[in-house]
């Protein structure tokens, strides 16, 4: 099985970017949907972003859309969150999944890395 490991978080001001890291241990992410997703301080955790390794192709939360870029990279099989012109609300634990297919509930998750957007 896969294991996501995140890295790259940070505490930036508002209007700053920051770029997430996404690497798999164990295996490859090939034949999966990898995904990032957020939970703010009392609040459940939400969907940002995912690409399908194999086949291409982004999708992304409305919230994010224009500002965050998701991509894979196969040489060193890792996928990149780049978070651009970040806002205060972005504030969160940032987690990757990767998922075979269904429900991102059955998917592999990583332990998550901070991510602070001050003022």
């Known amino acids: 099985q896969v294991q996501p490991v995140e890295s790259g978080g940070g505490l930036v001001q508002a209007g700053g970017s920051l770029r997430l890291t996404c690497a798999a241990s164990?295996?490859?992410?090939?034949?999966?949907?990898v995904g990032w997703f957020r939970q703010a301080p009392g609040k459940d955790r939400e969907f940002v972003a995912h690409?399908?390794?194999?086949?291409?192709?982004?999708f992304y939360a409305d919230a994010v859309k224009g500002r965050f870029t998701i991509s894979g990279d196969n040489a060193k099989n890792t996928v990149h969150l780049q978070m651009n012109s970040l806002k205060v609300e972005d504030t969160g634990v940032y987690y990757c999944?990767?998922?075979?297919?269904?429900?991102?509930?059955?998917?592999?998750w990583g332990q998550g890395t901070q991510v602070t957007v001050s003022s």
């Open positions: 690409i399908r390794w194999s086949e291409g192709g982004e």
């Open positions: 164990g295996r490859t992410f090939s034949g999966y949907f």
């Open positions: 999944a990767a998922l075979r297919s269904g429900s991102w509930n059955r998917a592999y």
